[in-house]
């Protein structure tokens, strides 16, 4: 058990540290670079991502860790006649190197690249250490945005929508929303989707981009906003 214990604890050791390379790669413009040395951490950690009985997570904070365990993982399930808890998955176990920012990091190179649908099979594999990473959604999001691909953009808003608990990260899923209605000429579906992003808005950035949206709105259709 120490041998496998320090064996896990080898595999993840320089995550961080090939993060930090990788954050010097990119601001450099050198993403094939990066992707390279990105792509070889990657296989290292995958290999244990499940490992015996334990099963592998990377949270960025307590709250998601509190909504996979409770919501999403299957663990905490009632049987119907007497609603006791049962055990239906391996023991999840919170790792707290920034494993998703490999995948991140990598996304980001390889979109870079124009090499989009690598990038997001990449973000794809990253969600599995954290359903709950807002970075991986919305660079998911950012793509079929970029690739003018609305039905799949209006899929992923939709998917990102059952993880998200915090003000901005609302706000920001209204808008993308509303982008793909704009693009659909769903007026009144795009008007309350950047209203609904300004209930949520935490700054005055989100203010103005809903604002900036709702203006160009008003201006294409002649709308009164």
């Known amino acids: 058990m120490l041998y496998a214990n320090q064996e896990v604890a080898n595999a993840f050791s320089n995550v961080e540290t090939v993060c930090n390379k990788a954050k010097d790669l990119l601001d450099k413009k050198e993403y094939s670079e990066a992707v390279a040395l990105l792509k070889e951490e990657i296989k290292k950690v995958k290999k244990f991502k499940v490992y015996g009985f334990e099963e592998y997570y990377a949270f960025d904070e307590m709250f998601q860790f509190e909504i996979f365990i409770n919501f999403l993982s299957g663990i905490n399930t009632k049987r119907k006649k007497n609603k006791k808890r049962v055990k239906t998955a391996p023991n999840v176990i919170w790792r707290t190197e920034p494993i998703t920012d490999l995948y991140y990091y990598c996304g980001y190179a390889l979109v870079e690249?124009?090499?989009?649908?690598?990038?997001?099979?990449?973000?794809?594999?990253?969600?599995?250490?954290?359903?709950c990473s807002m970075d991986l959604r919305f660079e998911r999001i950012n793509i079929f945005r970029n690739q003018g691909d609305i039905e799949n953009l209006h899929r992923e808003t939709k998917e990102a929508y059952k993880y998200v608990f915090r003000p901005q990260h609302l706000a920001r899923?209204?808008?993308?929303?509303?982008?793909?209605?704009?693009?659909?000429?769903?007026?009144?579906?795009?008007?309350?989707?950047?209203?609904?992003?300004?209930?949520?808005?935490?700054?005055?950035?989100?203010?103005?981009?809903?604002?900036g949206e709702l203006g160009y709105i008003e201006e294409t259709t002649g709308i009164e906003i």
């Open 113 to 131: 690249l124009g090499e989009f649908e690598q990038a997001l099979n990449t973000l794809r594999m990253g969600l599995e250490w954290n359903p």
């Open 173 to 211: 899923i209204y808008r993308d929303r509303g982008y793909g209605f704009i693009e659909e000429e769903k007026w009144d579906a795009a008007i309350a989707s950047y209203f609904l992003s300004l209930a949520f808005a935490v700054d005055d950035d989100d203010i103005e981009r809903a604002n």
